[in-house]
């Protein structure tokens, strides 16, 4: 793939669009609006029982309330887990021990460069949540199998989350988890 032609169209608080000339193969050059944002990190809560912790909370873009795993922007140059600790603490006032890589996602590759890196946290401890000015949020403490339960029958909508709680479940099943 060659691209041609790239200029930043829109310049915003959170997100730039960048529009450019992508040559695909043989069928010539085909313009291109792309949505570029910094990247994030989601964190699924595991508590010491098996249970796990959401977040209840709206999300204007959508008009609705959501439930789902803690996450937020990378600040430049922050590590992804350092970002995830960070979500988790200020979301929920959880800290945790550990951090467990469960992959990455990319939010909507056709439109979206984001990519969200996921993680599971253990050894929690809780402490006071600190949200941010524009965040109203429940948390939610409920048992792996009705978070999965939840997830495949549509309440749980959120892709992060969908990803994240089917990964912690696939690393439990394959017995990986005890080697971590």
């Given at each position: 793939?060659?691209?041609?032609?790239?200029?930043?169209?829109?310049?915003?608080?959170?997100?730039?669009?960048?529009?450019?000339?992508?040559?695909?193969?043989?069928?010539?050059?085909?313009t291109y609006q792309i949505i570029r944002h910094p990247g994030g990190a989601g964190v699924l809560p595991v508590?010491?029982?098996?249970?796990?912790?959401?977040?209840?909370?709206?999300?204007?873009?959508?008009?609705?309330?959501?439930?789902?795993?803690?996450?937020?922007?990378?600040?430049?140059?922050?590590?992804?887990?350092?970002?995830?600790?960070?979500?988790?603490?200020?979301?929920?006032?959880?800290?945790?021990?550990?951090?467990?890589?469960?992959?990455?996602?990319?939010?909507?590759?056709?439109?979206?460069?984001?990519?969200?890196?996921?993680?599971?946290?253990?050894?929690?401890?809780?402490?006071?949540?600190?949200?941010?000015?524009?965040?109203?949020?429940?948390?939610?403490?409920?048992?792996?199998?009705?978070?999965?339960?939840?997830?495949?029958?549509?309440?749980?909508?959120?892709?992060?989350?969908?990803?994240?709680?089917?990964?912690?479940?696939?690393?439990?099943?394959?017995g990986e988890l005890r080697h971590a």
């Amino acid at each position: 793939m060659k691209s041609y032609n790239h200029s930043t169209v829109f310049s915003g608080l959170v997100i730039d669009i960048e529009q450019m000339e992508v040559e695909i193969g043989h069928t010539g050059r085909h313009t291109y609006q792309i949505i570029r944002h910094p990247g994030g990190a989601g964190v699924l809560p595991v508590h010491p029982d098996g249970s796990i912790s959401l977040i209840r909370q709206l999300r204007p873009a959508i008009d609705r309330v959501v439930l789902e795993i803690p996450a937020g922007r990378l600040s430049p140059g922050e590590p992804p887990a350092e970002c995830a600790g960070r979500e988790l603490r200020e979301e929920t006032g959880m800290s945790a021990a550990k951090l467990i890589p469960l992959g990455t996602v990319f939010s909507s590759p056709g439109v979206f460069d984001e990519i969200i890196h996921l993680y599971a946290a253990t050894g929690i401890s809780q402490g006071q949540a600190q949200p941010e000015a524009d965040e109203e949020i429940e948390v939610l403490r409920l048992p792996l199998a009705e978070a999965l339960q939840m997830a495949a029958d549509g309440r749980i909508s959120d892709g992060k989350t969908l990803a994240a709680l089917l990964r912690w479940e696939l690393l439990n099943r394959s017995g990986e988890l005890r080697h971590a």
